[in-house]
């Protein structure tokens, strides 16, 4: 599904005295079955914008179009409902949302909220947990007994049991171990590739956007600052630095690397191996 | 953004009266609250009016703000107040509406029962309007202090409202998270019949249940571990002083209660 | 007389149960900085609160600068020992940031003439002097956890831990929190202990004590950690990735003479290499 902002702005508490603009004429298109990473730092707008993209919240002024699904100012959308079961969004610590006495229901819960037939529903069931390797043995147990990592993944099947089209990823990895952080970070991308779902991950890893992503918003106090792909969008250390981001590490590395030996080194890739053999190269060259 | 709400009713005008001890003005409003019922003819009422128009006045609250404040009261004053209209049968005949005869009596009681209850709403919202929730609950904590003697748990009390003042945004903030996720799972708190509007609050209340509980246990912890165990030995950084203007207030106030009381017709 | 002292420490939370952590023994210097990593449920956490009798250990023995640590002594010791938490918001009890720093020293008397000294001096210490009537809801988490490092600091302890202070702040806000105790531990010979997944925190520290599945699985500094690539990482933890290019420059038959631990180290060594060339 296409997902299109024209010169979306939108205030909180419009005309009080606390009025807060969190979006500011922003303007972007992302095509359908793209990967998307939306970066900025806490406070430029990054939660509003997500709120928008299942009509959580509506523009102030501007409109926003998924798939078939405008949202337009003073315009109650018909079909909420229908729009919320086509974008799924992962919220930030999405096991804070679970609530039934067994995974199993809990991960039911989206699926019967939209109307799927029960047969039907207990597929989906076994089929999320799956996806997102749950141990099928854990589904008659209660969420609450189960560990932070478990508990996170339970979350995450309960929002892809509705079979949405488009994933939206609010910090998905956020207080998870290293290992849990990269399964999770790769679940997502298989589902990405398979289902040529139209994903949309929040993030404060550089480095999450350039592995996973394709496409890159970079926003800032509301508006939009830069967009691209990641690696163009990283060619530009200090305007990301002048919005309290940086590159990812890879790009901080090259650039220092590229200063001490005189000797641009161009970005072939994040591979570790590419990457010695370049600075092989460069160290073995004749001065 | 719905943080803001909370301290909606404190406006930081830096006002005397903002900076008043606490305790002077829930004492001044106790007594207020009392004394007014007292008033009983035009120039007692007037003192009162004087002096909780003045005091609002001090605030320099904007009116706009106390009024909105206000509105849902509105309807109260004025319902009473026709409600005496029609009621009281005193005082000769004025005029008939649509059959029923008003006397003057009714009118007089019914504006004097209003201007009463405007005042009495009035001040107390000048409390709040003034005083942080924090202030208030040093004041309770202070006025409270003597009942310690009867193994009240004072301290407790207030460590509880201070804990609760801090934890309301927080709390809020995790309400509107929680319901935006449960939305985007197909949640309608909105709109269908009463009793699916009623069962869609289940999945807001369990998690919130659920969090407010770790949280509780994770504070307990850092302050247990920050050395804390009971009211005993404490020192307090936050104290209390009465300083010349509130003195002066509560001299003003006697003056205005004595004026009151020796004006008042004791026929 | 070291800092800290675990002699052979054991601990379940109910007999019958699995033990959560099985004969640990380290010890960490007064000025020193010890990382503690594992991955989720290795034991981490569990060590924290042991070091300032939240928990008591099943078996074995802990002492903290000459005082063992029972139900006795613990107030002196949480006196000596701070921690900083996880979550900024469940550990904020004040209603403004500088009640919150009042907090651990009124629960220990401190006269109120002296106190308004220790707050403001603690605030400077972790830059946020200027937020002092500041209600919690107006910071950021980072602004938060550097309160809570005050609150720790007005009480003067001689080691401060930090249990996963970083995990939830954005890098902004672990930056700033990691600028402000490596400062501040420099100025003042503070022990600390850092328990994270984050390897630039690892890799800054004195020393290292891995955890895996309730035992420690060794204890070194960063820079021999991170020769055990292959072995951290069957145990769920990463290298940085100054160590992940030199092994892959070790693939390429580029050998370096020592394991670099961060970028300057490795430029340095590459230009070693281009120079005698």
């Given at each position: 599904m296409d997902i299109t902002f024209k010169q979306v702005d939108y205030t909180y508490q419009a005309n009080s005295p606390f009025e807060h603009k969190a979006l500011k004429d922003l303007t972007f298109h992302l095509p359908g079955g793209s990967f998307t990473a939306i970066v900025g730092h806490t406070g430029s707008g990054k939660s509003t914008l997500l709120q928008h993209l299942n009509g959580l919240v509506r523009p102030t002024s501007g409109s926003v179009q998924i798939g078939e699904h405008t949202l337009e100012p003073k315009k109650k959308p018909k079909q909420a409902k229908e729009l919320r079961k086509q974008v799924g969004i992962v919220f930030q610590y999405p096991e804070h949302q679970l609530f039934e006495e067994t995974v199993e229901k809990d991960i039911a819960f989206g699926p019967r909220n939209f109307g799927v037939a029960e047969n039907e529903i207990s597929r989906r069931v076994k089929e999320s947990a799956e996806a997102v390797g749950l141990d099928l043995s854990l589904l008659?147990?209660?969420?609450?007994?189960?560990?932070?990592?478990?508990?996170?993944?339970?979350?995450?099947?309960?929002?892809?049991?509705?079979?949405?089209?488009?994933?939206?990823?609010?910090?998905?990895?956020?207080?998870?171990?290293?290992?849990?952080?990269r399964e999770i970070m790769d679940m997502f991308y298989r589902l990405h590739k398979e289902q040529q779902l139209t994903t949309i991950l929040v993030t404060h890893s550089m480095?999450?956007?350039?592995?996973?992503?394709?496409?890159?918003?970079?926003?800032?106090?509301?508006?939009?600052?830069?967009?691209?792909?990641?690696?163009?969008v990283f060619q530009d250390r200090q305007a990301l630095q002048q919005v309290q981001l940086d590159v990812p590490e890879i790009f901080q590395f090259l650039q220092k690397t590229s200063e001490r030996f005189g000797k641009q080194l161009a970005y072939e890739g994040e591979n570790f191996d590419r990457l010695a053999e370049q600075l092989a190269d460069l160290a073995g060259d004749k001065k | 953004m719905n943080n803001l709400l909370i301290v909606g009713q404190y406006v930081p005008t830096n006002s005397i009266v903002h900076r008043m001890d606490p305790r002077i003005k829930m004492l001044i409003i106790f007594f207020y609250v009392i004394f007014i019922f007292f008033?009983?003819?035009?120039?007692?009422?007037?003192?009162?009016?004087v002096f909780a128009v003045g005091g609002t006045l001090l605030t320099k609250v904007p009116w706009r703000f106390i009024a909105k404040g206000l509105t849902p009261v509105w309807?109260?004053?004025?319902?009473?107040?026709?409600?005496?209209?029609?009621?009281?049968?005193?005082?000769?005949?004025?005029?008939?509406?649509?059959?029923?005869?008003?006397y003057s009596g009714a009118l007089e009681q019914g504006a004097v029962i209003s201007l009463r209850f405007f005042l009495l709403i009035l001040l107390t919202s000048l409390l709040t309007l003034t005083t942080t929730p924090i202030e208030i609950t040093d004041g309770v904590e202070s006025l409270l202090g003597p009942l310690r003697r009867f193994k009240f748990p004072v301290h407790e009390l207030a460590l509880m409202m201070s804990i609760s003042l801090r934890f309301i945004p927080t709390l809020l903030q995790e309400t509107e998270k929680i319901s935006n996720a449960q939305a985007s799972r197909g949640v309608d708190f909105r709109t269908g019949p009463f009793r699916e509007r009623v069962r869609a609050v289940i999945p807001l209340l369990v998690p919130l249940f659920v969090s407010a509980f770790k949280r509780a246990e994770e504070l307990a912890m850092a302050m247990e571990a920050r050395g804390y165990r009971g009211g005993e030995g404490r020192t307090k950084l936050r104290e209390l002083q009465v300083m010349k203007r509130d003195v002066a207030a509560l001299i003003i106030f006697i003056i205005?209660?004595?004026?009151?009381?020796?004006?008042?017709d004791y026929s | 007389m070291h800092a800290i002292e675990f002699k052979n420490v054991s601990f379940r939370y109910e007999e019958e149960q699995p033990y959560v952590l099985r004969n640990v023994s380290f010890q960490v210097e007064a000025g020193e900085w010890l990382a503690i990593i594992g991955?989720?449920?290795?034991g981490k956490s569990t060590i924290a609160k042991l070091m300032n009798g939240l928990l008591f250990p099943t078996e074995g023995e802990i002492i903290i600068n000459g005082i063992p640590l029972n139900e006795e002594n613990i107030w002196e010791i949480r006196r000596q020992v701070g921690m900083v938490f996880q979550n900024p918001d469940n550990q904020f009890v004040g209603t403004t940031v500088r009640d919150d720093v009042a907090f651990g020293l009124e629960n220990r008397g401190v006269p109120r003439a002296e106190m308004m000294d220790r707050i403001t001096s603690s605030l400077e210490q972790v830059r946020m002097q200027d937020y002092l009537l500041h209600e919690p809801y107006r910071l950021s988490g980072g602004q938060k956890q550097r309160v809570a490092i005050a609150g720790v600091l007005a009480i003067s302890p001689s080691v401060i831990i930090l249990d996963e202070a970083t995990a939830m702040l954005d890098p902004l806000g672990r930056k700033e929190i990691l600028d402000t105790v490596h400062r501040v531990q420099a100025a003042q010979q503070l022990g600390l202990i850092t328990i994270t997944h984050d390897l630039n925190e690892v890799m800054q520290a004195h020393r290292v004590l891995v955890m895996n599945d309730g035992e420690i699985w060794t204890t070194t500094v960063p820079r021999e950690?991170?020769?055990?690539?292959?072995?951290?990482q069957q145990i769920g933890l990463d290298v940085p990735f100054v160590t992940q290019l030199a092994h892959a420059l070790v693939?390429?038959?580029?050998?370096?003479?020592?394991?670099?631990?961060?970028?300057?180290?490795?430029l340095d060594a590459l230009w070693t290499l281009h120079s005698n060339k």
């Open positions: 008659s147990r209660s969420p609450f007994e189960l560990s932070g990592g478990q508990m996170r993944r339970v979350a995450i099947a309960g929002v892809l049991a509705v079979r949405p089209r488009v994933l939206v990823l609010d910090e998905p990895t956020a207080g998870l171990d290293p290992r849990g952080q480095e999450d956007a350039l592995t996973y992503a394709d496409h890159m918003l970079v926003l800032d106090k509301g508006e939009k600052y830069m967009e691209g792909t990641p690696v163009d | 008033a009983n003819n035009v120039v007692s009422y007037a003192l009162f009016t309807f109260l004053i004025v319902f009473t107040f026709i409600l005496h209209l029609f009621v009281t049968k005193e005082g000769t005949v004025l005029v008939n509406v649509f059959g029923l005869p008003i205005v209660v004595a004026a009151a009381l020796i004006t008042r | 991955h989720n449920g290795s950690l991170v020769k055990r690539q292959t072995e951290l693939r390429q038959g580029i050998n370096l003479a020592e394991q670099p631990i961060d970028h300057e180290e490795l």
